[in-house]
């Protein structure tokens, strides 16, 4: 007898995160955040941030600590804004994290439905 697995349809997306070289609004460094808390392939958290002044569709990018490492990219936080408000089942992590003087991270997204 045959086994049905159903495999849900996903949408992936990678991306680099923005805003890494900037602190965060109680001063903490996202570099020295990416250092300690940040590797190839850790998972991520994303969050909604509505009262950021420069964007109301704002999303935050989290350490596995959950302390802010940056942003995703305006295009891209429309995209998942909708999910993160639909509570759609969302995978992220680092994809890579590079850089010398400055600490870059790039970022995959899967969205479940």
């Known amino acids: 007898m ?38 190839e392939d850790d998972p991520l958290f994303l969050e909604l941030e509505p009262e950021n002044e420069f964007d109301p569709n704002a999303v935050k990018v989290l350490s596995r600590k959950r302390n802010q490492i940056g942003y995703l990219k305006t295009e891209l936080a429309e995209q998942v804004r909708s999910a993160l408000i639909n509570q759609t089942t969302i995978y992220a992590r680092a994809l ?12 995959r997204i899967e969205l479940v439905s």
Not at 96 to 107: R, T, Y
Request: glycine share 10%; no cysteine; proline share 2%.
């Open 2 to 39: 045959a086994k049905i697995i159903k495999i849900p349809s996903a949408f992936v997306y990678e991306s680099k995160v923005v805003g890494v070289s900037h602190a965060n609004a109680d001063g903490t460094s996202r570099q020295e955040i990416i250092r300690r808390e940040v590797a």
């Open 96 to 107: 890579w994290v590079n850089g010398e003087k400055m600490l870059g991270v790039g970022i």
